[in-house]
């Protein structure tokens, strides 16, 4: 018997150490294709990652923002930044977001055979080496994989929710929650606010099942924390929520109105978004599933499908909760974490059928087949943006902005406004302005109060700015009619993941436009090839 269990313990090492390998070299493809692309040089996918990197560097400093002595709410986490601080002024700085995301990558692979296994998949070794594949699958297909090389805060998300999943599910079948599963819950917040849609529904189902001590520490930690941090931005005079959440939600902007025509209006353009995005569909697909599976089991009283009717519930609970209040896309990484929560219900909730075809004969592989076929359709978006867009994304990021990190930190040397903050701010001891509004509660609260471009004009005067690396089109009003556009940066590659293939060059006083002109020629020779420096 004991030599049957260590052969079973060596099987399930090896196909899991296999399954590891398998994503780690994917993992080492990609950043290969990166530096190859970005001629040596690694890069992530999406310039906010270079907004936690900035924010901690000031963080470490002893300040909270972007620039030294001036509060910003800039990153959308509480808790991200903070993790990246410890590595600031360190050469290893810049790559810290990416070791964390393949550990959670990592971490994630090893949750989804855990989970497989305890819902009965993995009990012999064929069995083992089929969950391996199908956990390769899952981090592959639901894009775990590629989010990693955003450098943000969204793997780490994954993780968090994938673990709430497994401690739901261990509570329903034990009846007692995992002692691990109150430090997730009240994590995941911290990590990402969309982290509540998922979160809040295992806590009810805590409290539904009398589990009192843990439904009231994951609530009232979660509670705490986040009144937390909210009086401390009031405190440094910001918003309640961080500047960047309430610029990119539509919901959370719509709170924050006050009206609830506003709340109505942002719930239903969130809900209109997310049916026209690959993400949105499938998250609302899921959530009608649980809510007709929850349905029938109405009547039911055994135990098994009472479990299953809790489970479904959640699914359908946390779903929508994202699909009104939650985002999507932003190259594929605002919707994952809810995506692979709900895969994992899912499975839960077809378990039963689906078990007793698996332990037939030849089962395990037209199992495996028919759940790697259903991942990679549902995740083809994902699949295809991992092996075609990253590298290209990547590209984006060094060509666009990174080169305007060069210019002003290289060149121009003085304050600068802009409207894609990471790379501009990251490392650079000047002032940035960002006249979106993520790095300036100030900008973001102008900008949404006036439609005209007299606000952008007086803000850059009150802080001696003389120059603007700016999208014109994203600001409703136009830039000031007194700016003089000196040059135009455009891409040598394929727009995938930077908002526009060209961010112009302002004077924002038209005296500075030749001494402008005269930095940008000497920026214009160090451009790696390939990228365009057009002059007006």
């Not at 090896?14 to 399954?19: D, G, K, R, V, W």
């Not at 300040?63 to 601080?85: F, Q, R, T």
Request: charge should be neutral.
């Amino acid at each position: 018997m004991r030599d049957t269990v260590r052969s079973a313990d060596r099987s399930g090492r090896l196909a899991f150490a296999c399954a590891h390998a398998m994503v780690l070299a994917v993992i080492a493809w990609l950043g290969a294709r990166i530096v190859a692309i970005n001629g040596g040089r690694f890069g992530y996918t999406l310039d906010d990652a270079y907004i936690h990197l900035s924010m901690s560097e000031q963080i470490a400093a002893g300040g909270y923002g972007v620039n030294a002595n001036e509060y910003a709410a800039a990153a959308s986490s509480i808790l991200y930044p903070l993790l990246l601080a410890p590595g600031a002024g360190f050469f290893w700085h810049e790559y810290l977001p990416m070791a964390i995301g393949i550990a959670c990558v990592s971490f994630s692979l090893n949750v989804i055979r855990i989970y497989l296994g305890t819902l009965g998949f993995g009990e012999s070794p064929a069995a083992r080496w089929a969950v391996a594949m199908l956990s390769v699958g899952f981090v592959l297909a639901f894009n775990v994989v590629g989010v990693a090389f955003s450098g943000m805060e969204h793997s780490l998300h994954i993780l968090l929710a994938m673990l709430t999943v497994l401690g739901l599910i261990r509570h329903l079948e034990d009846g007692k929650p995992p002692a691990w599963l109150v430090p997730v819950l009240i994590l995941g917040p911290l990590v990402r606010y969309e982290a509540l849609a998922l979160n809040l529904a295992v806590i009810a189902v805590l409290a539904s099942n009398r589990a009192w001590r843990p439904a009231l520490l994951g609530l009232g930690g979660i509670a705490l924390s986040g009144a937390g941090f909210s009086v401390f931005l009031i405190a440094i005079g910001q918003a309640p929520l961080p500047s960047s959440v309430l610029a990119k939600s539509y919901s959370a902007a719509a709170g924050m109105g006050g009206t609830w025509f506003g709340v109505i209006a942002g719930v239903i353009a969130n809900v209109i978004r997310a049916a026209t995005e690959w993400g949105g569909l499938a998250t609302i697909c899921a959530g009608l599933f649980g809510a007709v599976t929850a349905w029938r089991l109405r009547g039911d009283s055994s135990a098994q499908e009472a479990r299953r009717r809790t489970a479904a519930l959640v699914l359908a609970a946390a779903t929508g909760a994202h699909v009104v209040a939650g985002g999507f896309n932003w190259f594929h990484r605002y919707e994952i974490y809810i995506v692979t929560a709900a895969a994992m219900l899912i499975v839960y909730l077809v378990r039963e059928p689906v078990l007793v075809f698996w332990r037939q004969s030849g089962g395990i592989v037209r199992t495996t087949a028919a759940g790697l076929t259903a991942m990679a359709i549902v995740g083809y978006p994902y699949l295809i943006a991992t092996v075609r867009d990253i590298p290209l994304a990547a590209s984006n990021i060094y060509q666009q902005q990174y080169q305007m990190h060069r210019f002003v930190t290289d060149f121009h040397r003085g304050p600068v406004a802009v409207n894609d903050l990471g790379w501009v701010s990251y490392r650079n001891p000047g002032y940035v302005l960002d006249l979106w509004g993520l790095g300036s509660e100030e900008a973001r609260r102008q900008r949404a109060a006036d439609p005209t471009s007299a606000w952008m004009a007086r803000m850059v005067s009150a802080r001696g700015v003389r120059l603007a690396m700016v999208y014109a089109d994203w600001f409703s009003g136009g830039v000031p009619d007194n700016w003089v556009l000196v040059a135009t940066l455009r891409l040598g590659h394929e727009r995938v993941s930077s908002a526009r293939a060209a961010v112009e060059f302002y004077a924002t006083v038209p005296a500075a436009a030749d001494e402008l002109r005269g930095e940008l020629h000497a920026f214009a020779s160090t451009l790696p090839d390939g990228i365009a420096l057009d002059f007006q």
